[in-house]
């Protein structure tokens, strides 16, 4: 393998996220590693790449000139950046210690941000009473609600992956469609396939197209579909507050707690969470940390461990 220096490898390096990412990590990622080839253009004369103590020099920079929000993310794209060096074994080692610790905490959602089903219809109300059944917004709360799936998911879902005769749905991750490329298949319930029916009905459905075509042609919801193609976000922002505002739901849950709240629904009714696993092409980790399990459920677990029923007054105790 010939050696390459290090601008060639961050090249190369653009070019495979460009294909194998999001728009915006990809938008993130690539900031990231510019942030890092300007400031080794200022301070170092080498091309190599840069190792432990030119990192260590970097992010003590970037922490006394940026915001954190900044410092983290630009931490995890060079992060991902060195993985993706030693994957290919371009370096040995990913030299990124210090690196993760500035990257902060894992996940961007904490395990207790999630929906519950009274919180669920109540959105669903507020959408009845703004006459919104076959809006935008609606679809991606109903399809999220039922599914679990991610909003990048729910994006790109395509009619061609709805199958009515056979009430399923068949999509692969969009996150992580380069390391799990199986397919996941979905059962449709009656209450959501009728909503499917009817969005086909009112928006039309799927047609064949002639090749090429643009993405959204055959997409379930073409206006999500176009929101994130083009990265513009700022409908969603603005009717997601006023909806969680005037139903009283905290500001600080995102879309992407829909996904924890099917998650809780599934493992708190006694859904096997490898099964919870197969339905949303996560790893058992994940799923218990995307669980919150309430207090009324751990009493019955512990009441189930100690054999015999205790009695109300200690099981007010326990609550």
């Known amino acids: ?74 931490c995890a794209g060079i992060v991902s950046f060195y993985r993706w060096m030693m994957r290919l074994r371009y370096v040995r080692s990913d030299y990124t210690y210090d690196l993760r610790k500035g990257c902060g905490s894992k996940g961007n959602i904490k395990p207790t941000e999630h929906f519950t089903e009274q919180e669920f219809e109540k959105i669903q109300d507020w959408i009845a009473a703004h006459h919104m059944k076959y809006h935008w917004f609606n679809f991606l709360i109903v399809v999220a609600w039922n599914t679990g799936m991610r909003m990048s998911d729910i994006c790109h879902l395509q009619w061609s992956q709805i199958d009515f005769d056979a009430n399923t749905i068949t999509f692969v991750p969009f996150k992580t469609r380069r390391m799990k490329p199986d397919p996941i298949v979905l059962p449709m319930l009656p209450e959501f396939r009728s909503f499917l029916w009817g969005w086909r009905m009112v928006h039309g459905g799927w047609r064949p197209v002639p090749e090429p075509c643009k993405p959204w042609d055959n997409a379930v919801c073409k206006t999500l579909c176009q929101m994130e193609r083009f990265n513009k976000w ?17 500001t600080t849950k995102k879309t992407h707690s829909f996904r924890h709240g099917f998650i809780t629904k599934l493992v708190n009714r006694g859904v096997n969470p490898a099964v919870v696993a197969s339905l949303t092409g996560q790893s058992l980790n994940i799923i218990m940390r995307y669980t919150n399990i309430p207090v009324q459920i751990k009493a019955q677990a512990l009441t189930a461990a100690i054999g015999r029923e205790q009695k109300p007054d200690a099981m007010n105790r326990i609550r």
């Open 1 to 74: 393998m010939r050696p390459r220096t290090f601008n060639q490898l961050v090249d190369e390096y653009l070019a495979y996220i460009k294909e194998a990412k999001t728009k915006p990590t990809f938008v993130v990622y690539q900031g990231a590693l510019r942030h890092l080839t300007r400031w080794l253009a200022a301070n170092t004369k080498s091309t190599q790449i840069p190792k432990e103590d030119l990192l260590a020099r970097f992010v003590s920079h970037l922490a006394k000139s940026r915001a954190p929000n900044t410092v983290s993310k630009v």
């Open 234 to 250: 700022s409908p969603l922002k603005n009717k997601r507050h006023k909806c969680w505002t005037e139903c009283g739901i905290s």
